[in-house]
């Protein structure tokens, strides 16, 4: 059974950093994209970043230059360190895995088969 479970969520003021984490197990993703998204009250789930199997990323606009995703494959972990939190970050973030090898950084929810449970950020303005 494939499992991804993540981390890492808590309260934080504005401007604040966190880090999260999602461990793999059942199965290694090392030759796989992983990413993470993230959905808020009422909103549709959205996608935060992702990483390739050689390390390459990319992440969404309004993340950009205060979330870094990073991967160990040694540990099947993919993290996301965010940094510069505001209110608008609110949200249940969740880990993905795609069984795709031939996907490098996909942005569409689509491509990834296996997702955590999500960890909740909330950040207090």
């Known amino acids: 059974q494939v499992l991804l479970v993540e981390s890492g969520g808590q309260l934080v003021q504005a401007g604040d950093s966190l880090r999260l984490s999602c461990v793999a197990s059942g199965r290694t993703f090392s030759g796989n994209p992983m990413g993470w998204f993230r959905q808020a009250p009422g909103k549709e789930r959205e996608f935060v970043a992702t990483?390739?199997?050689?390390?390459?990323?990319s992440s969404a606009d309004s993340v950009k230059g205060r979330f870094t995703i990073s991967r160990d494959n040694l540990k099947n972990t993919v993290y996301l360190q965010m940094n510069s939190l505001n209110a608008e970050d609110t949200a249940v973030y969740y880990c993905?895995?795609?069984?795709?090898?031939?996907?490098?950084?996909?942005?569409?929810?689509?491509?990834?088969?296996?997702w955590g449970r999500g960890t909740q950020v909330t950040v207090s303005s």
């Open positions: 993905a895995a795609s069984a795709q090898t031939s996907y490098a950084r996909p942005e569409r929810a689509t491509a990834y088969e296996y």
């Open positions: 990483i390739s199997r050689t390390g390459l990323t």
